[in-house]
């Protein structure tokens, strides 16, 4: 009698604590829900007057009341692309040499500093990218040959400013993102991968590009967890965009990003129109960044099941 009078209380407690939990969780699709509907009552004005040509037009004129949000989605997209491109190399780099290459003694010291790469305030890097990365930049772009310059790709002045130095200075904030996620993701491949590859006469670098295929779904989730990261990025990039709503493929011109144009526009809105445009923009941003970060997820829960089904080790044959 003794022994089974406190199961009672405990059996209660626990389900309590499983209650307020699960409520506490219930709290961030309820939140995601939230944020969607509130933008999209907020931006209905936009959505009933421009539809989808909202998504299709160039025009951004305020005066005219005429807006349209091409402009800024190039922007937003051509970027980040970008910047992904540049990054993506130099990120599973990190990833690799901290996984399987560094010395131990060193292992720590710069897993730490990689982090702390990732939590630099966005404002730190855009004052980087004014005093450093602009001046390389307009520098680049003078010594560019004449007849180079005359391609759409590099054509415009010789400001500094632009899409080029948007997209490095993404690529810098972004790589640590990158490298610490995909480290993990080499990290969780089973040693019997790289054994079984020894065990064939594998050299080292076979064994790695095994590993990194075996994680190749993890890889590829944290590459896009990097593009959510790039998408959503404001300060940073609007002190060296340009903020010029043009679509251009040239990387030397200046352009707008649609969280730019947010940040810089909101405050001087005047009128209800211009007020639910920018918050149909917020609404863009918004559903692609869920889209492309819920899809880096899945891949990297695949990745993550796939590892978990292969045993760890080889069942034992039985004698004779």
């Known amino acids: 009698m003794t022994g089974t009078a406190p199961s009672r209380p405990r059996s209660r407690d626990g389900r309590a604590f499983r209650l307020g939990t699960g409520a506490v969780a219930l709290l961030v699709p309820c939140l995601v829900g939230g944020i969607a509907l509130l933008l999209t009552r907020d931006s209905w004005l936009s959505l009933r007057a421009f539809g989808l040509s909202f998504w299709r037009t160039s025009v951004w004129d305020p005066v005219a009341g005429q807006f349209g949000a091409f402009p800024f989605i190039w922007g937003t997209?051509?970027?980040?692309?970008?910047?992904?491109?540049?990054?993506?190399p130099v990120a599973l780099g990190i990833a690799v040499f901290l996984s399987d290459l560094s010395p131990h003694a060193l292992r720590r010291p710069l897993i730490f500093l990689t982090e702390l790469l990732a939590a630099i305030p966005s404002i730190v890097y855009g004052l980087w990218g004014i005093f450093v990365l602009v001046p390389l930049v307009r520098k680049m772009q003078l010594l560019t040959p004449e007849w180079l310059r005359r391609t759409p790709l590099f054509e415009g002045p010789p400001l500094g400013v632009g899409l080029l130095s948007a997209s490095l200075i993404l690529a810098v904030m972004i790589t640590p993102f990158t490298a610490s996620v995909a480290r993990e993701v080499l990290k969780a491949v089973p040693a019997t991968q790289r054994e079984g590859a020894y065990a064939l006469g594998a050299t080292r670098w076979e064994a790695i590009r095994l590993a990194i295929f075996y994680g190749r779904r993890g890889v590829?989730?944290?590459?896009?967890?990097?593009?959510?990261?790039?998408?959503?990025?404001?300060?940073?990039?609007?002190?060296?965009?340009?903020?010029?709503p043009q679509v251009s493929l040239?990387?030397?011109?200046?352009?707008?990003?649609?969280?730019?144009?947010?940040?810089?526009?909101?405050?001087?809105?005047?009128?209800?129109?211009?007020?639910?445009?920018?918050?149909?923009?917020?609404?863009?941003?918004?559903l692609l960044t869920i889209i492309i970060n819920s899809l880096s997820r899945l891949l990297i829960w695949r990745a993550g099941a796939e590892r978990r089904a292969i045993p760890s080790r080889p069942a034992a044959v039985p004698a004779g």
Do not use: H, K, W
């Open 77 to 88: 997209l051509y970027s980040s692309c970008l910047a992904l491109v540049i990054s993506t």
């Open 250 to 286: 040239s990387l030397f011109a200046p352009q707008y990003t649609m969280a730019a144009v947010i940040a810089n526009e909101f405050t001087e809105a005047a009128g209800d129109l211009y007020l639910d445009a920018l918050v149909e923009i917020g609404l863009v941003l918004f």
């Open 220 to 244: 590829i989730g944290a590459v896009m967890l990097g593009l959510g990261r790039a998408l959503g990025e404001t300060m940073a990039v609007t002190m060296v965009i340009g903020n010029n």
